[in-house]
């Protein structure tokens, strides 16, 4: 597959062939991972830098592994130990990078277009790992897989978003792909935490929860920062979990084979019940963190097959 | 001094409406006389003005210098330099430096350098409040004496309602506005875009399109109180510039300003995270750039101002919330204002109105004329030479214009500030 880009910076600028591309390439590394086997010539002599502004365990972890599944170089930096805190820019860590030969760069940041940044003045491919409530690109391509593989398709199924739209890169990067690909899609949550405008993105807006789950095929909860229960857009966390917390009487309105997912780590009893989470006949969420690895090596490997056309 | 006579150009007084091709005779730095054939002049320096307008020069009511406070920025000497290139001969200097222009001593040393710089007319506006704090009321009676031309808090709006009462009420004893940036603060804290789905789009916190009207509303209610007069400032939406014009049409001491961001540009331009496009306020809608256009050729708005805010590339190279607000607008004020003329939106004379006469009038400054013994401040241009902005390659330290990469017709060829030729 071609990309438009050598980086990944979002979904926004991805066409579904290019979705498509990606998600037939992660099937087959998912199957191979469940093999037991790696490709480590994909990456081989190739260094990936995971660079970690903020914090993250299971993102920065799937795209280690993913690395080394391809044979690559992987080094980890993360905030607290770089001179980020030492009050470099971003630009002179963009400087450090390039002279260090770096070849595949995953940027996660709190600034929405910190990768972006980055991108115009790296000479590596910069893979978003989630910027500000901007882009996570490559949760929704691993959500999609996780979808796909259950339902077969995207196209034409209707799926729930919950909790908070507005602070949510996870949500933009859904809403952008499932668009892109045909799927229905609502988003769920009070208005406080849903996000100006994005009814022009071709969502529908539910504030009763019961309504936006009626008949869906997919549910998915997203994490429900506490930062904002002090900042006051919901009044408490008992009061967000009887309305927007996905237990299972809410999830009984959603159809009878609706999967459960969540971008993870979960608030257990703030935006999802636990008894639902742990469902094993419903909740797909450890299959999203398996088909993570597989979605981030099928990255990896496009975009270092592009840099190489490129070079 | 030699006397110079300026010959063959279209001179153009919006004021009187004076618009005829002749020549300008400039003797002791003021205007000796104006019209059409002069003839031959002994001793003048002739400029040939064939194919250009000469207009009074530009009246820019609304800029940041850097300095004191910002040099890295911006000078005061590197400013005069932008100016004089852009045609302005004269500029209203915001308070929030660093001091702020809360003291007379301040005031007068503002005007003393635009004077020992000789190339613009520096008029200092004095703070509302003290150190632009938001908290009390600043010494108008002496700041004006000391020639403060208005009071205004610059980037920062005048928050409280107790606080702009006092504000409009003591500066009408003194026969003062208050210039208030209309944003209400607790809808606009921590925004870097107008909210709506551009800005979700983007993952920016949005600031929503009614801050701007809630503040003109409030400001418009208080000014009835008072009996105060009120300035708002780079006034960005149609539906703050419908409260001002029916508070105009009801008589009110209310009046506004624009920039050309905000008739030129929609926010579209901050896609793939410009920050040299992120303003305060923020770029608006299509529609709202429409309502400012209209309100330009209606007369709502008084004046066009650059509304200058040096910024450093350290300033703007972060990611797009962190990076701070404000564009350049010396060198591209006309060039920019003469886009709408060129487009049909604007007559010549409204545009050219707006951008000299309008504003000294408001302001009650002895310029923006081109009238016999008045003194000689004026631009030559040549309005259909194109000429393209670039970021890097524009007069003065700051570069950080939202127009880089534009291409623009009306190339200033000449200033003249007290009658010497300051650029050209």
Known sequence: ?311 | MRDTLIAGARVIDPASGHDAVGDCLIRAGVIADFGGDLGRVDGADVIDGADCILCPGLVDVRASLGEPGFEYRETIASAALAASAGGITTIAVLPDNAPATDDPALVRALAGAGEAGGRITIVPYGAATRGCKGESIAEYGLLRAAGAIAFSDGARAIGPAGLMRRALSYARGFGAMIVQHPEEPSLAAGGAATSGARATLMGLPGIPVCAEAMMVARDITLVELTGGAVHFAHVSTGAALDLIRAAKSRGLAVTCDTAPPYFDLNETAIGDFRTYAKLSPPLRTEDDRRAVVAALADGTIDAVVSDHQPRDADDKRLPFAEAAPGGAGLATLLAITLAQVQSGALPLHTALSLLTDRPATLFGLDTGRIAKGKPADLCLFAPERSWRIEAGKLPGKAQNTPFDGRAVEGVVLGTWKAGVRVFG
């Open chain 1, 1 to 311: 597959m071609r990309l438009p880009t050598r980086h990944l910076l979002g979904i926004e600028t991805l066409h579904p062939r290019d979705i498509s591309a990606f998600l037939d390439l992660a099937e087959s590394y998912a199957l191979l991972n469940r093999s037991g086997k790696t490709r480590r010539d994909v990456l081989r002599g190739r260094t990936l830098i995971n660079l970690f502004f903020e914090d993250s365990t299971r993102t920065r972890t799937s795209f280690e592994l993913a690395g080394k599944r391809l044979g690559a170089d992987v080094i980890n930096m993360s905030v607290s130990t770089s001179s980020v805190s030492k009050g470099e820019t971003l630009l002179d860590t963009a400087a450090t990078l390039n002279a260090m030969n770096c070849d595949l760069l995953v940027v996660r940041h709190k600034a929405s277009g910190a990768p972006a940044l980055l991108a115009q003045k790296v000479d590596a491919a910069v893979i978003n790992a989630g910027d500000g409530m901007h882009e996570h690109p490559t949760q929704a391509l691993l959500d999609a897989l996780t979808i796909r593989r259950h339902k077969g398709t995207l196209e034409g199924l209707t799926i729930a978003i919950c909790g908070d739209i507005a602070h949510s890169r996870v949500a933009r990067s859904n809403i952008l792909l499932l668009i892109a690909m045909g799927s229905q899609v609502r988003v769920v949550g009070p208005p406080t935490l849903i996000p100006s405008g994005i009814e022009q993105f071709g969502v529908s807006v539910f504030h009763d929860m019961r309504e936006g789950l009626r008949d869906a095929d997919i549910v998915m909860a997203l994490r429900l920062q506490t930062e904002r229960m002090s900042g006051g857009l919901i009044p408490s966390a008992r009061e967000f979990f009887t309305f927007y917390g996905l237990d299972a009487a809410k999830l009984a309105l959603a159809k009878p084979d609706a999967l459960v997912m969540h971008p993870g780590p979960m608030n257990r009893g703030v935006e999802i019940d636990s008894q639902v989470a742990d469902d094993v006949t419903r909740s797909v969420i450890r299959e999203q963190v398996e088909m993570g690895v597989a979605v981030r090596m099928a990255v990896l490997d496009v975009l270092a097959r592009t840099a190489l056309r490129n070079a």
